[in-house]
């Protein structure tokens, strides 16, 4: 089976945000990125050749992290032409990389947009400085204006914007302010989250000791429906619950996962997909150097999904999205019809004028997207209306 996508896992942060749960470590030196970078190309040349990549171009590459602009423009530029030895891009290809606006240059830009990044994700967040304070971000708003002007200049053309809400104490006032900031940037797509307080974390600490409030639920949903009605205001069409575009700059990438298509994950911690079997790498970047330079498999856990399983994140990551499941498609992947399999789950919640079907496709409305996660837990974990 082809894979359409690759994601690429940088770790390493100079400081570690107080809401993130992603994998990422703070204590590191040269030398050790160095091995890293190194490690990723060996565990990708692996997948090059049991999936064929030289031959086979994939459409979208991801470096995430952690902070991928940790490194410098130039040695993510080598490093690029090392990954492009190893695997095929279609022409028409998405490479995006991840940056933090306090530490990404004009130089590093320009290097980037040369070695062939064509889209730039900024985590931005916020653009009140106290509540980039509280969030443990290192830049500042001036630092966002900045990286974005000289990702311009550099001639990156595709750029998204990292946008958080339901901050501790924020009103709508203020999120409508941070809105007004970002659309003023006009960005090509903007990811406007909800924060999440995620356990081991330290905004979740201080949240369970008492030192800040988490915003009420009842705050929170009106906050969704702000955003949403303010950049559907602004000409930005929401395409999925939380990610919003200008015409045709939807995140491909971000699609694979969503249509629930082939993807690699290389370096720690990063997933994968080819189905049915789904792997997860080991999250420690030491053990993952030493068994991927040992020609080991750097794999901490593999799963078989049962057809059961596949359905249900099937419906439920199509229905992340505007254009929802096309049934077809379900149909070709599986041999069964989802309005069969699924009927007392559809029709409990077409009745509630919360899914609507639309020739092929089965969609959430727009009171659907409202209260997405209990319909999602009736196809993901309760399977309830599941008929064989």
Sequence with gaps: MSIKSIYIHIPFCQSKCAYCDFYSVTAHDASVRRKYLAALLVELSRLSEEHDLRRLPVQTLYIGGGTPTIFSGAEIAEFLVHVQECVALSSDNEVTIEANPGSVTAADLNLLRQAGVN???????????????????????????????????????????????????????????????????????????????????????????????????????????????FLESRGYMRYEIFNYCSFGKVSRHNQTYWNYENYLGVGASAASFVSPKRWTNQADVAGYIRSTCQEQSSAGSMENLDKQTQMGEMIFLALRQRQGLRMGRFEEYFGESPL?????????????????????????????????????????????????
């Design 119 to 229: 889209r730039l994700s900024l985590g931005a967040q916020s653009f009140d400085e106290k509540k980039l304070r509280l969030l443990g971000r290192t830049h500042s708003a001036s630092d966002t204006f900045r990286a974005v002007d000289a990702a311009r200049d550099a001639g990156i053309k595709n750029l998204n914007l990292d946008v958080i809400s339901a901050l501790p104490g924020q009103s709508l006032n203020e999120l409508n302010a941070d809105m007004e900031q970002a659309v003023a940037l006009s960005p090509d797509h903007i990811s406007a989250y909800m924060l999440t307080y995620e356990e081991n974390t330290p905004l979740f600490r201080q949240w369970k000791n008492g030192k800040l409030q988490r915003t009420d639920i009842d705050l929170e949903a009106k906050m969704l429906s702000h955003t949403v009605e």
């Design 340 to 388: 069969r399999l699924f009927s007392e789950t559809i029709k409990k919640y077409h009745d509630y004028g919360l899914i609507e079907i639309k020739s092929d496709h089965l969609r959430l409305t727009r009171e659907g997207f409202m209260v997405a996660d209990s319909i999602f837990v009736d196809f993901i974990c309760n399977n309830s209306g599941f008929h064989e």
